[in-house]
T-cell receptor, first 115, second 112 residues
Framework: ETGVTQTPRHLVMGMTNKKSLKCEQH?????MYWYKQSAKKPLELMFV???????ENNSVPSRFSPECPNSSHLFLHLHTLQPEDSALYLC??????????????FGPGTRLTVL | KQEVTQIPAALSVPEGENLVLNCSFT??????LQWFRQDPGKGLTSLLL?????REQTSGRLNASLDKSSGRSTLYIAASQPGDSATYLC???????????FGTGTLLAVQP
């Protein structure tokens, strides 16, 4: 595998389910990001991790819980979601230690549908 | 609050035409500006990154310009091809938010 991978690619879940999204980067980067892309809206930054430490939480509801066990892996744990949380969730990584404006490399995304 | 606007929202052109996509931003104190391409159901691919001190960047048939003082950038695509069909996103980094702020994109369709 190369670049940034995300699993699963598609996920359908009920409002009471608990699920997790996984992201893995094979680029040796130090920063990882979660974004949400809803229809007809700009990409919204959710979380930023640098060297496994969370450095940004963009006022995301607590029903989204990120986890970064190491610099290569990033998870997004989901529980009691709402239908309006249905979106494409994108993971990205960059070389820089912090939000230094380096080019971000994106995964293919997980298309989430909440019923 | 930084806002990024892309015009037009959608564009359809015949193959071979040269075209320009526009991006404007409200806070000119940016660190850099990036153009991305997104194919349906896929993630984003970085096309060009322009630092705030630069005026333009070129890659193949793509040329991006930046006028920081007026808060504008353009992406010029020469001799368009059907394979260029995708959504093109502009994003700025820096300013008061110190985050990467995206526009809503321009959906480009190049007709064979």
């Amino acid at each position: 595998e190369t670049g940034v991978t995300q699993t699963p690619r598609h996920l359908v879940m009920g409002m009471t389910n608990k699920k997790s999204l996984k992201c893995e980067q094979h680029l040796g980067h130090n920063a990882m990001y979660w974004y949400k892309q809803s229809a007809k809206k700009p990409l919204e930054l959710m979380f930023v991790y640098n060297f496994k430490e969370q450095t940004e939480n963009n006022s995301v509801p607590s029903r989204f819980s990120p986890e970064c066990p190491n610099s290569s892996h990033l998870f997004l744990h989901l529980h009691t979601l709402q239908p309006e949380d249905s979106a494409l969730y994108l993971c990205a990584s960059s070389q820089g230690r912090d939000y230094s404006g380096d080019t971000q490399y994106f995964g293919p995304g997980t298309r989430l549908t909440v019923l | 609050k930084q806002e990024v606007t892309q015009i037009p929202a959608a564009l359809s052109v015949p193959e071979g035409e040269n075209l320009v996509l526009n991006c404007s931003f409200t806070d000119s104190a940016i660190y850099n500006l990036q153009w991305f391409r997104q194919d349906p159901g896929k993630g984003l691919t970085s096309l060009l990154l322009i630092q705030s001190s630069q005026r333009e960047q070129t890659s193949g048939r793509l040329n991006a310009s930046l006028d920081k003082s007026s808060g504008r950038s353009t992406l010029y695509i020469a001799a368009s091809q059907p394979g260029d069909s995708a959504t093109y996103l502009c994003a700025v980094y820096g300013g008061a938010t110190n985050k990467l702020i995206f526009g809503t994109g321009t959906l480009l369709a190049v007709q064979p």
